[in-house]
């Protein structure tokens, strides 16, 4: 599934290899793509509405509005929805509109309005292609920065033979894969994350935990993969799952499993994240039968755990990257400052439990950065999928990828 989670537009036009598109979306969806299609009206002479529907999944948009309940097809939200617009079969005709800035119908004035990449196939008969208009019309498509996959040599709808045949679907596929991955900034680097909460047992059935449930660094994890890193997550007791194969989660229950598997990855790892709520503290003495309930006070003693953080810290090579979270209470930024030194952290992840809709459990974070030299980004509250990839973002630039 190697285009899981990515949103793709295709667009076809009114050539004979329209018929091929459909060939083209079950690839797209047998990958993990999300497909949706827009047609010109005389691509739907080519190929029905309907087969594309049901291969898709989606409904087909051809017009502008739908001429039954008046309901708009937006190009502007259908660009915006896209990570990538794929023109296939790209004609003579719709390719020479694009080159001209003329759009007149649903799929042009998407192409206008697109602000992700888009790629082409063109498709049509040798005379055509070989046309000097048509060859500059590819040119002046390709310096505006869209993609051409080339069409192919061999036998043409008309007889002849030549160059002019759409690229084959596979081919096209192929390309499609290869756009998205050599996006992937982190390919070939190894990151380590801690996430969720920490239980140090007191007796068979009782713990000292904390309210950590793990979302923000899952969510971080899923980003780093999705930017093609090895993720390797050391995770205290969730519920959550991960999806994504290049995720190897390593289950631990309390502050010092996290520790010895921390330590264990962290000198192969390009970075670590360390956003786990480890618990400070674990009872210094752990009865190995259930406590009976007393009448006494029953006085515990606590002894610390090791700051795995602070440790990574002290280990750290000069080429790697060290990120902490500090969840603050009373004088947030000064303790969150504090702590990037204590523990020689690059950069530190500041939210505050007294921001509303910020810290365990929900699903937003209100987040500031501080990095190393002091600097401060405060960003608004987000979704803690968004809030991951402003991380991520930051965690990049300290690995100098741009
Ligand atoms: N951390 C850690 N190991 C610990 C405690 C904290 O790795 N035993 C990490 C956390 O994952 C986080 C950072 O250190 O990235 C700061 O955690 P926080 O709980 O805010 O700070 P503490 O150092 O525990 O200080 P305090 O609880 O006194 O605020």
Redesign the pocket.
């Known amino acids: 599934m190697k285009l899981k989670g990515k949103n793709i537009l295709l667009g076809i036009t009114g050539g004979i290899a329209a018929y091929k598109a459909a060939i083209l979306v079950r690839l797209l969806v047998k990958e993990g793509a999300q497909v949706k299609v827009v047609m010109t009206k005389l691509a739907k002479e080519f190929i029905t509405p309907l087969t594309m529907a049901t291969l898709s999944k989606n409904p087909i948009l051809v017009d502008f509005f739908d001429p039954e309940n008046g309901q708009w097809n937006s190009h502007v939200d259908l660009g915006a929805w896209s990570d990538l617009y794929v023109i296939a079969p790209a004609t003579a005709n719709s390719m020479g509109k694009m080159a001209n800035g003329i759009a007149d119908n649903l799929l042009l004035t998407t192409y206008l309005s697109a602000k992700c990449p888009v790629m082409l196939a063109p498709a049509m008969d040798l005379d055509m292609f070989q046309h000097p208009a048509n060859l500059k019309n590819i040119e002046t498509l390709k310096s505006y920065g869209n993609i051409i996959v080339d069409a192919d040599c061999g036998e043409l709808a008309s007889g002849l033979i030549g160059k002019g045949r759409m690229a084959e679907p596979e081919i096209i596929t192929g390309r499609i894969i290869e756009f998205f991955s050599s996006k992937k900034k982190l390919k070939n680097k190894k990151i380590l994350v801690?996430a969720g909460p920490t239980f140090e047992p007191i007796d068979p059935v009782r713990f000292i935990g904390n309210y950590s449930t793990g979302k923000m660094g899952y969510a971080i994890a899923e980003v780093l993969a999705s930017q093609g890193a090895e993720v390797f997550l050391i995770s205290g007791p969730t519920h959550l799952e991960v999806s994504d194969s290049s995720i190897t989660k390593i289950n631990v229950h309390t502050?010092q499993e996290m520790f010895e598997e921390s330590v264990k990855y962290f000198s192969d790892c390009n970075a670590a994240i360390?956003?786990?709520?480890?618990a400070?503290f674990k009872p210094s003495v752990q009865f190995e039968t259930k406590v009976k309930r007393g009448k006494e006070n029953m006085n515990m003693i606590l002894e610390p755990?090791?700051?795995?953080?602070?440790e990574l810290g002290k280990l750290k090579r000069k080429n790697q990257v060290l990120v902490?979270?500090?969840?603050?209470t009373t004088d947030e930024l000064e303790?969150a400052k504090k702590?990037i030194h204590t523990?020689n952290l690059d950069f530190i992840v500041l939210n505050s439990l007294n921001e509303k809709g910020a810290g365990f459990g929900y699903d937003t974070n209100k987040i500031s950065i501080i990095d190393n030299q002091e600097n401060i980004t405060r960003y608004d509250l987000k979704s803690k999928q968004e809030v991951a990839i402003d991380i991520v973002n930051t965690l990049l630039s300290k690995l100098k990828i741009s």
């Not at 360390?274 to 480890?278: E, L, P, Y």
């Not at 755990?305 to 602070?310: E, Y």
């Open positions: 801690t502050a360390m956003s786990a709520a480890v400070d755990n090791k700051d795995i953080a602070a902490g979270f500090a969840l603050e303790n702590k523990k």
